[in-house]
Nanobody
């Protein structure tokens, strides 16, 4: 069984910082793509950031320059450092992973972690 477990969400004031983490565990042979999406109330889920196995990154324009994605391949973990947070960053943040599991490419989602930016 494969599992993604996220952590690091919480309440932060505007201008503050948070660091999210997502650990993939189970029968994973390899992981290529690791990323983060978010879903704000009454909005569709949207792309935030992604990183490939060789370290190439991509960001949504709304977070570029404020958020940094990184990964630790040895720990099957992806991080999202979020700085200069704004109220519009409030959302449930989901980890997204493409991994080879039992010989098959699979897309995996975490359960989500809530980030609330408010004074």
């Amino acid at each position: 069984q494969v599992q993604l477990v996220e952590s690091g969400g919480g309440l932060v004031q505007p201008g503050g910082s948070l660091r999210l983490a997502c650990v993939a565990s189970g029968s994973i042979f390899s992981i290529n793509y690791m990323g983060w999406y978010r879903q704000a109330p009454r909005k569709e889920r949207e792309f935030v950031a992604a990183i490939t196995s060789d370290g190439m990154t991509d960001y949504a324009s709304s977070v570029k320059g404020r958020f940094t994605i990184s990964r630790d391949n040895a720990k099957n973990t992806v991080y999202l450092q979020m700085n200069s947070l704004k109220p519009e960053d409030t959302a449930v943040y989901y980890c997204n992973v493409w991994a080879v599991v039992d010989g098959t490419d699979r897309q995996l989602w975490g359960q989500g972690t809530l980030v609330t930016v408010s004074s």
